[in-house]
């Protein structure tokens, strides 16, 4: 059993940073791949950025690569989420997930067992 929390939402202007970190309690941390995935009012929930277990082979869509970092630390049970030039488009609830999915997977959030209950990002313009 995984229990995740996140923290480090809130409202940030349009061009600006967040950190958002992911703190997990339970065993076999380091055996999970630990994503981010959000969802907007109204749209359905899209995956962000992810970090496998095996490796720490980062993932990003399409929608924040090159303006974003996703780290694991393995000793302080911990993801981190580093986003810039955030615009009003990346304003969304923010949620940690924790699974075991293969590689062609990994975006899919079905595949994902824990999830945290998720922290509100919200980008003014």
């Known amino acids: 059993q995984v229990q995740l929390a996140e923290a480090g939402g809130g409202l940030v202007q349009t061009g600006g940073s967040l950190t958002l970190s992911c703190v997990a309690t339970?065993?076999?941390?380091?055996?999970?791949?630990f994503a981010w995935f959000r969802q907007a009012p109204g749209k359905d929930r899209e995956f962000v950025a992810g970090v496998r277990a095996s490796g720490g082979s980062t993932y990003y869509s399409d929608s924040v690569k090159g303006r974003s970092s996703v780290t694991r630390d393995n000793t302080k049970k911990q993801v981190v989420l580093q986003m810039n030039s955030l615009s009003p488009e990346d304003t969304a609830v923010y949620y940690c997930?924790?699974?075991?999915?293969?590689?062609?997977?990994?975006?899919?959030?079905?595949?994902?067992?824990?999830w945290g209950q998720g922290t509100q990002v919200t980008v003014s313009s």
């Open positions: 997930a924790a699974g075991r999915p293969i590689l062609s997977a990994l975006r899919d959030g079905s595949m994902y067992y824990y």
């Open positions: 339970g065993d076999s941390f380091r055996s999970y791949t």
